[in-house]
C-alpha cells in the first residue's frame, strides 16, 4: 500500500486531567489492549522511550520485580495501555493511563494520514506522545511491614497530612489499615472521600473497589471478578455480600489487624 501523504494530519487529544499522571513516577506498560500487541511495530519501545524522556521509570507488569516503593503502594503505579482506534481512512492510536481502581487518568490520542500500517501507527503515537506531561512526583515511601503494623500510603502519589490532602481532599492515614477475612491480608487506601479499595500488597489490582452509596457507610462494591455487590461498615469491620450459587447471600467479614 503506497503512501498517500508523508506529513502527518493530527491533531493530538488530552482527557481533561492529563496533567494529573504527573504526580506518578512509575508506569507500566501493558502487552496487549484489544487485538493491538503493544510490541507490534515497534510501538511499546517508542512508548517507553517517550515516557522515559519525560523522567517516568517504566516498570514490568509482573510486580515481582517492581521496586519496593511501586510493590508496597501499587495504587502508585500507572498502566499505559496502547489501542488502536483507527477508522477506514486514518491509522489512529490512543494511549491511556490507567490507575490501580481501572479508572482512565488520562488519554492522549494521535492520528496519521500516512496509510501503510508500521509507519502510520508509529506516526500516529509518536503526535499522541506530543504533550506527555512530565512526571513529577512525591517519592513513595516504602512501606515497612512488620507483624502489627504497616504505614499506609495515600492513594495518589502526592504528599498528604495525617487527615486530609490540602489539595485534593483525599483521606490518607498515618497508620496501618489492614484487614483480614482470616486467609486474605489486605491495606484499605483511600481514592477520595467517598471511594476506597482493598488491595494486596503484592498484586496491583484491587480486590474490592468500594464506591459510598447514598446511605452512610453502605457501599457498592465492584469485585475483582468484575461482580457488583454491596457492603457496608459494622463495629470496625469491613462487610461485603457475596452471592451463593443458589442466589442467596452470605457476608465475607474483614476485620482489622
Same mark, same amino acid.
Given at each position: 500500500?503506497?503512501?498517500?501523504?508523508?506529513?502527518?494530519?493530527?491533531?493530538?487529544?488530552?482527557?481533561?486531567?492529563?496533567?494529573?499522571?504527573?504526580?506518578?513516577?512509575?508506569?507500566?506498560?501493558?502487552?496487549?489492549?484489544?487485538?493491538?500487541?503493544?510490541?507490534?511495530?515497534?510501538?511499546?519501545?517508542?512508548?517507553?522511550?517517550?515516557?522515559?524522556?519525560?523522567?517516568?521509570?517504566?516498570?514490568?507488569?509482573?510486580?515481582?520485580?517492581?521496586?519496593?516503593?511501586?510493590?508496597?503502594?501499587?495504587?502508585?503505579?500507572?498502566?499505559?495501555?496502547?489501542?488502536?482506534?483507527?477508522?477506514?481512512?486514518?491509522? &489512529?492510536?490512543? =494511549?491511556?493511563?490507567?490507575?490501580?481502581?481501572? !479508572?482512565?487518568?488520562? #488519554?492522549?490520542?494521535? +492520528? *496519521? $494520514?500516512? /496509510?501503510?500500517?508500521?509507519?502510520?501507527?508509529?506516526?500516529?503515537?509518536?503526535?499522541?506522545?506530543?504533550?506527555?506531561?512530565?512526571?513529577?512526583?512525591?517519592?513513595?515511601?516504602?512501606?515497612?511491614?512488620?507483624? &502489627?503494623?504497616? =504505614?499506609?500510603?495515600?492513594?495518589?502519589?502526592? !504528599?498528604?497530612?495525617? #487527615?486530609?490532602?490540602? +489539595? *485534593? $481532599?483525599? /483521606?490518607?492515614?498515618?497508620?496501618?489499615?489492614?484487614?483480614?477475612?482470616?486467609?486474605?491480608?489486605?491495606?484499605?487506601?483511600?481514592?477520595?472521600?467517598?471511594?476506597?479499595?482493598?488491595?494486596?500488597?503484592?498484586?496491583?489490582?484491587?480486590?474490592?473497589?468500594?464506591?459510598?452509596?447514598? !446511605?452512610?457507610?453502605?457501599?457498592?462494591?465492584?469485585?475483582?471478578?468484575?461482580?457488583?455487590?454491596?457492603?457496608?461498615?459494622?463495629?470496625?469491620?469491613?462487610?461485603?455480600?457475596?452471592?451463593?450459587?443458589?442466589?442467596?447471600?452470605?457476608?465475607?467479614?474483614?476485620?482489622?489487624?
Amino acid at each position: 500500500m503506497k503512501k498517500i501523504l508523508q506529513l502527518s494530519f493530527i491533531i493530538p487529544f488530552a482527557a481533561v486531567y492529563g496533567q494529573n499522571i504527573s504526580n506518578y513516577e512509575y508506569v507500566s506498560v501493558a502487552s496487549k489492549t484489544g487485538n493491538l500487541e503493544s510490541g507490534k511495530y515497534g510501538l511499546s519501545g517508542i512508548l517507553n522511550s517517550k515516557l522515559k524522556a519525560a523522567k517516568y521509570e517504566i516498570i514490568s507488569e509482573s510486580n515481582e520485580s517492581w521496586p519496593d516503593a511501586a510493590k508496597n503502594n501499587p495504587c502508585g503505579v500507572l498502566k499505559a495501555e496502547i489501542e488502536d482506534t483507527s477508522t477506514f481512512l486514518k491509522n &489512529k492510536i490512543q =494511549v491511556n493511563f490507567k490507575d490501580c481502581s481501572g !479508572k482512565t487518568v488520562a #488519554s492522549f490520542e494521535g +492520528k *496519521s $494520514n500516512i /496509510k501503510e500500517y508500521e509507519p502510520g501507527f508509529k506516526d500516529a503515537l509518536n503526535v499522541a506522545l506530543r504533550n506527555l506531561p512530565a512526571s513529577n512526583p512525591e517519592k513513595l515511601a516504602v512501606i515497612n511491614e512488620t507483624p &502489627k503494623q504497616n =504505614v499506609a500510603i495515600a492513594a495518589e502519589p502526592v !504528599k498528604s497530612t495525617s #487527615s486530609q490532602t490540602q +489539595k *485534593s $481532599n483525599v /483521606k490518607t492515614e498515618s497508620k496501618a489499615q489492614t484487614f483480614s477475612n482470616g486467609t486474605l491480608n489486605l491495606n484499605r487506601i483511600y481514592i477520595s472521600e467517598n471511594q476506597f479499595i482493598l488491595v494486596s500488597p503484592n498484586n496491583s489490582t484491587p480486590y474490592a473497589i468500594f464506591k459510598e452509596s447514598t !446511605k452512610k457507610e453502605v457501599y457498592r462494591i465492584q469485585l475483582h471478578d468484575g461482580s457488583q455487590t454491596l457492603g457496608y461498615l459494622e463495629d470496625g469491620n469491613i462487610i461485603i455480600e457475596v452471592a451463593n450459587n443458589d442466589g442467596s447471600f452470605k457476608k465475607e467479614i474483614f476485620t482489622q489487624k
